[in-house]
């Protein structure tokens, strides 16, 4: 019997007999209904997409909104911080940190990508209104989140930060950053670039402050698709 050009579907040829349209109906039909079973299902809010290079193989999947997915919440205190056990099944870490204080001295608040105090180089640009731009940059033993000293008792801070690549085992990287703080009494809002100089995933993050223990302080961690 003749076929469907696209598909492949079966249909009546023109000398089959009209007694049998009845059956050639059926067997069209549930060609056409065993091929498009992957459209059946799915529930509200999820994607329909390939499942893999064979046609009409579909799934419904659930899409995290922007493709993040929270891995941790951390609460920052003590001399030192640690976020272990990072997965390596994402492309980027992305980390929102705020309401940083410490109980000790007002400081340079920094973190050490699996605990290394001698890999990081780090260039930060910031502004505020009293000293007007400012630039800092140095290879240093941690990399430096704040760049300057930032008020201890003062919690409206907040620090973005993205690890590049960050579970390649062959290259250095990229570090992204962003924020604001406070210096003395004078707002300073930045942005920053760096790297982390190891050819080894990212699979933890140590937070903490040079000018003491940390006392309050929130991290959210997450994996970016």
């Known amino acids: 019997m003749p076929t469907t050009t696209n598909f492949g579907w079966t249909t009546p040829a023109d000398t ?50 922007g493709g993040m997915t929270l891995l941790s919440t951390t609460s920052l ?3 030192t911080t640690t976020i272990s056990g ?5 492309n980027n870490l992305f980390a929102i940190i705020y309401g940083v204080t410490n109980a000790t001295g007002n400081g340079d608040f920094r973190i050490a990508p699996n605990g290394s105090t001698n890999g990081s180089l780090y260039r930060i640009n910031g502004w505020d209104n009293t000293n007007g731009d400012y630039t800092i940059g140095e290879q240093s033993t941690y990399y430096k989140l704040s760049g300057r000293t930032f008020t201890r008792t003062d919690a409206n ?9 960050y579970a390649n085992t062959s290259h250095y ?9 406070l210096t003395g009494a004078v707002g300073f809002v930045f942005e920053g670039t760096g790297a982390y100089n190891a050819n080894t995933a990212i699979s933890s993050l140590v937070f903490s402050n040079s000018g003491g223990d940390l006392s309050t302080g929130t991290v959210l961690l997450y994996g970016v698709k």
């Not at 990287?173 to 703080?181: L, P, Q, V, W």
Request: proline share 0%.
């Open 16 to 65: 089959d007999l009209v007694k049998d349209g009845a059956a050639a109906i059926r067997t069209f039909a549930g060609n056409v209904d065993t091929s498009l079973v992957d459209l059946k299902g799915g529930t509200s809010g999820q994607y329909l997409t390939k499942n893999s290079n064979t046609d009409l193989d579909y799934t419904w999947v659930d899409l995290s909104a």
């Open 77 to 79: 205190t003590g001399a």
């Open 86 to 90: 990072i997965s390596a099944s994402y």
């Open 157 to 165: 801070n907040v620090f973005c930060v993205t690890f590049a690549n």
């Open 173 to 181: 990287k990229a570090i992204t950053h962003y924020g604001r703080y």
